[in-house]
């Protein structure tokens, strides 16, 4: 979780962190505007940090590689992989809440990287109906969209390009899960992550 967020959630200026950590104001901007990068900070300025925020250092760290994941576009199979390890990691209802607050699936969307920001909201919706949650009406315009061509997960393809046999595909895809499936992914598994 970024900073920012951190510090609206506790009703808590930047200078009131500056003031309680013993970190300089300047310091605490720059870290808060971007400028400076948690991760180069020293362990002790993030344990300042971390303690006067009520959280991991942990969590403060990984929220600022959250934020760099969005700057640069990994492999699609490394995005799905690493959106179930959170997944599994926070739980489902952090999660949920998480994706929505932070509006990474409209960022997504808006930058045109469509696969990434169906599949974070195949995830939502799939993590809310096995919760029984209503859907979030915030993306209903890109509950419209599908992806123009199937996306399948690299072992089907795998076994495909193996076997030649188009009946894996469509064996996989009756198979995967209606949330993803409904967008031209086919996902089989979220919860199954080592």
Same mark, same amino acid.
């Given at each position: 979780?970024?900073?920012?967020?951190?510090?609206?959630?506790?009703?808590? *200026?930047?200078?009131?962190? *500056?003031?309680?950590?013993?970190?300089?104001?300047?310091?605490?901007?720059?870290?808060?505007?971007?400028?400076?990068?948690?991760?180069?900070?020293? %362990?002790?300025?993030?344990?300042?940090? *971390?303690?006067?925020?009520?959280?991991?250092? =942990?969590?403060?760290?990984?929220?600022?590689?959250?934020?760099?994941?969005? =700057?640069?576009?990994?492999?699609?199979?490394?995005?799905? *992989?690493?959106?179930?390890?959170?997944?599994?990691?926070?739980?489902?209802? %952090?999660?949920?809440?998480?994706?929505?607050?932070?509006?990474?699936?409209?960022?997504?969307?808006?930058?045109?990287?469509?696969? =990434?920001?169906?599949?974070?909201?195949?995830?939502?919706?799939?993590?809310?109906?096995?919760?029984?949650?209503?859907?979030?009406?915030?993306?209903?315009?890109?509950?419209?969209?599908?992806?123009?061509?199937?996306?399948?997960?690299?072992?089907?393809? %795998?076994?495909?390009?193996?076997?030649?046999?188009?009946?894996?595909?469509?064996?996989?895809?009756?198979?995967?899960?209606?949330?993803?499936?409904?967008?031209?992914?086919?996902?089989?598994?979220?919860?199954?992550?080592?």
């Amino acid at each position: 979780m970024m900073i920012e967020q951190l510090l609206a959630q506790k009703c808590m *200026s930047k200078y009131r962190l *500056s003031k309680d950590t013993g970190i300089p104001y300047m310091t605490v901007n720059d870290i808060c505007s971007g400028k400076a990068k948690l991760m180069n900070c020293t %362990a002790a300025t993030v344990r300042h940090i *971390s303690k006067a925020l009520n959280v991991t250092m =942990e969590d403060l760290l990984e929220g600022e590689s959250v934020e760099a994941d969005l =700057e640069i576009r990994s492999d699609f199979e490394l995005f799905k *992989s690493n959106v179930c390890h959170r997944v599994k990691a926070m739980g489902d209802m %952090a999660f949920i809440v998480e994706t929505l607050q932070s509006e990474t699936i409209r960022r997504y969307y808006d930058k045109k990287w469509y696969p =990434e920001a169906l599949y974070l909201l195949a995830m939502v919706d799939y993590l809310s109906r096995e919760n029984q949650l209503p859907l979030c009406t915030n993306y209903n315009e890109i509950r419209a969209m599908k992806l123009s061509n199937i996306v399948y997960p690299s072992g089907v393809l %795998a076994m495909y390009a193996a076997s030649k046999d188009e009946r894996i595909k469509k064996e996989s895809y009756r198979k995967a899960i209606p949330e993803f499936r409904q967008f031209n992914i086919v996902e089989n598994e979220v919860r199954n992550v080592i």
